[in-house]
């Protein structure tokens, strides 16, 4: 097991463009969690699955952001029409379900947008 | 909603020093505690964790105890190591069924020989 693994780790793109992130969890994990962190700030929560569903979307996640995992494997998190204020690092969490169990981090994906 | 307040930043210590990084949190139900530490160049990683009142988590010399009647769950250490240095974050996860994590903002600590 290798831990939670993300894809690309840094990724620069021009404003306007889109772009997609992918994570693989922890193998025996089924939920799953995406986070952004800008510079100075703890990480705020994004959406999480169980399984392959999405059970809950934060505000922070605007229209331009949509995130899947199809078959409740890996998850990938795509946001259109970047813009400038979505520079931040991607995290992306692993965990079971279970209360009060250990959530696992990849090392997330840096994000410029220029 | 649940927040999470932890004390201005940077901090710098020589080796062996005490240390203590105040955290405090908001919260409408019992929440479950956590400090996270991210080391130069990894992920982060959970350094210790409380579930209930009065819980103490430890690991690697490091220990915070959870305090409902202050809310609070500072995180302490009797003598840091340059190998110390590192990103931490204090957070919370609501008892509800995602086990969301609300995070402070971080606070960097920088350990010198």
């Known amino acids: 097991d290798t831990g939670v693994s993300q894809d690309p780790r840094h990724k620069i793109t021009k404003r306007g463009q889109n772009v997609t992130f992918r994570c693989d969890p922890i193998s025996e994990h089924n939920r799953l969690y995406w986070y952004r962190q800008t510079l100075g700030q703890g990480p705020e929560f994004l959406t999480y699955f169980q399984n392959e569903a999405q059970l809950e979307k934060s505000r922070l996640l605007s229209d331009r952001f949509s995130a899947e995992r199809p078959k409740g494997s890996f998850s990938t998190l795509e946001i259109q029409r970047t813009e400038q204020g979505d520079s931040a690092m991607y995290l992306c969490?692993?965990?079971?379900?279970?209360?009060?169990?250990?959530?696992?981090f990849g090392q997330g994906t840096r994000l410029t947008v220029v | 909603g649940d927040s999470v307040t932890q004390m201005e930043g940077p901090v710098t210590l020589s080796e062996e020093a005490f240390l203590t990084i105040n955290c405090t949190y908001t919260a409408t139900g019992y929440p479950s505690l956590f400090w996270y530490v991210q080391y130069p160049g990894e992920g982060l990683q959970l350094l210790l964790k409380a579930t209930k009142a009065d819980d103490k988590g430890s690991n690697k010399g490091f220990e915070a105890t959870y305090r409902k009647e202050t809310t609070s769950f500072h995180l302490e250490k009797g003598s840091v190591q340059v190998s110390d240095s590192a990103v931490y974050f204090c957070?919370?996860?609501?008892?509800?069924?995602?086990?969301?994590?609300?995070f402070g903002k971080g606070i960097t600590l920088s350990v010198r020989p």
């Open positions: 969490a692993s965990s079971r379900v279970s209360q009060n169990t250990e959530a696992f």
């Open positions: 957070a919370l996860s609501d008892t509800g069924a995602n086990s969301k994590l609300t």
